[in-house]
């Protein structure tokens, strides 16, 4: 690593906000998953990373106190601060992006993908130098079908040319925060908010196993997966 990027300082804001709506009733984030809350695991993945400064995790306003007091329980000495969220996923990172000081980079992550890993971190932030931004993907493994409202196929695009994104995904924090100081039409991802300023987006191969909680299912994928590693299998 050249000595720009030993000196540059990484933050990330974990995004944990949502209201799991799909979750059957269970609060995805505190859910217990192989031993500890869901949430847990994904910042103890960023407490662990040698490139990380800075921790700022954003929830929602019923889970705000109780992961203060998780944070306070479990020493974890990079989060500078627990705050809340907004409306859309979009505006939890920007109040994340306004409590993320002294930061060169940031690295965004949901909260909801606790089977991420130091590793995988540090190769995004490796990436990001390239460019000044990096998302991590997987290929797309099925064929994919475009269809029309009548349900009928349109198209079929070449599956090589298709990835599935995942987080995290690293800026530098001048284009992030330009980037969301300027677009306020709603994205699905931080990454379009970046294109949409005309900056380049690097892929990095990203991780099959680094799977987002959506449903009472990924649960249980996920405990697999984390209790697969414990055994070191």
């Not at 990079?78 to 993320?100: F, I, M, N, P, Y």
Request: some cysteine.
């Amino acid at each position: 690593m050249n000595e720009g990027k030993r000196n540059s300082r990484a933050g990330a804001i974990i995004v944990a906000a949502g209201a799991s709506q799909r979750m059957h009733g269970v609060d995805k984030v505190l859910a217990p998953l192989a031993g500890k809350p869901l949430l847990a695991w994904t910042v103890e993945a960023f407490q662990l990373c040698n490139a990380i400064q800075h921790i700022v995790i954003v929830v929602n306003k019923q889970n705000l106190n109780r992961v203060k007091e998780m944070a306070a329980e479990q020493r974890w000495d990079k989060v500078t601060d627990v705050c809340l969220g907004g409306a859309r996923r979009q505006d939890s990172v920007a109040r994340g992006l306004e409590k993320l000081k002294d930061c060169d980079w940031v690295v965004i992550h949901d909260g909801a993908r606790p089977c991420v890993t130091p590793q995988l971190i540090e190769l995004g932030l490796a990436e990001a130098h390239k460019t000044g931004s990096a998302i991590a993907a997987v290929q797309v493994t099925d064929t994919i079908k475009t269809v029309g409202p009548d349900k009928l196929v349109t198209d079929t695009p070449q599956r090589s040319n298709l990835w599935t994104v995942q987080t995290p995904q690293i800026f530098r924090f001048d284009i992030i925060q330009t980037a969301y100081t300027k677009i306020q039409e709603e994205v699905t991802d931080d990454a379009s908010i970046v294109e949409k300023m005309g900056y380049s987006v690097k892929i990095f191969m990203g991780d099959y196993e680094n799977i987002k909680i959506t449903n009472p299912q990924d649960l249980a994928t996920a405990e697999w997966i984390l209790e697969k590693r414990k055994r070191g299998s």
